[in-house]
């Protein structure tokens, strides 16, 4: 079955780096995803990663990818109080229509 | 362009009441889905729809009815709400293609009491 799993709150103090982890469950899956939810908004995509990548960076953003381990993970350099959100990871497993399974959320903390 | 839009954004109804909640975007997309987003359940796909005049079942559709009649809009309707669908909900749109990002609207937040 399909399941995206994730830690549900993450506390870093500013300045410092943010790991936010993720399993998955589909092997299938093209890409994998990075979205972020600010308060009161809609996800926006953040970052993604093809799935035979074993790293990408943007900027300040790192994601990894273990495939044997079904294991994604985003890093965040030099963390500001802006990046205080909730963190999804997603797949888009072969269902032959344009589909994303979301994790449950990472509410990331920023604090001064 | 203003993108996804969703209307109402905060809505209080009363058990065995009914609404409907709109999605319309300017962005020419195929794919249009409705979401639902509770704590620690992350977000949960009620209803999508490929095109104009498709609708399909997501994995939480009961409760739930879609309608799709114009392109660049999507309806959610609640024919009889419960407390249990007291939520947040996203509605998102994705073009034709391989990789699969979703453009989200601002979310309407709906008490069921």
């Known amino acids: 079955g399909e399941d995206v799993e994730q830690s549900l709150f993450l506390s870093v103090r500013e300045g410092d780096s943010s790991v936010i982890n993720c399993t998955y469950t589909?092997?299938?899956?093209?890409?994998l995803y990075w979205y972020k939810q600010e308060p009161g908004a809609g996800l926006q995509l953040l970052t993604y990663i093809f799935s035979n990548m074993d790293m990408k960076q943007d900027q300040r953003l790192t994601v990894l990818l273990n495939k044997k381990d079904k294991h994604l993970s985003l890093r965040i350099a030099d963390t500001q109080t802006g990046d205080s959100a909730i963190y999804f990871c997603?797949?888009?497993?072969?269902?032959?229509?344009?589909?994303?399974?979301f994790g449950t959320g990472t509410r990331l903390l920023v604090s001064p | 362009n203003a993108g996804v839009t969703q209307t109402p954004k905060f809505r209080v109804l009363k058990t065995g009441q009914s609404m409907t909640l709109l999605c319309a975007q300017d962005?020419?997309?195929?794919?249009m889905y409705w979401y639902r987003q509770d704590p620690g359940m992350g977000l949960r796909l009620i209803h999508y729809?490929?095109?104009?005049?498709?609708?399909a079942k997501g994995e939480v559709p009961d409760g739930y009815n879609v309608s799709r009649l114009k392109k660049q809009n999507f309806l959610l309707g609640l024919e009889s709400a419960a407390p249990s669908q007291t939520s947040v909900y996203f509605c998102?749109?994705?073009?034709?293609?391989?990789?699969?990002?979703?453009?989200f609207g601002p979310g309407t937040r709906l008490t069921v009491t």
């Open positions: 729809s490929v095109g104009e005049g498709t609708t």
């Open positions: 997603a797949e888009s497993p072969n269902t032959g229509f344009q589909k994303l399974v």
């Open positions: 998102a749109t994705s073009p034709t293609g391989g990789f699969y990002e979703q453009y």
């Open positions: 589909d092997s299938s899956s093209t890409y």
């Open positions: 962005m020419n997309h195929e794919y």
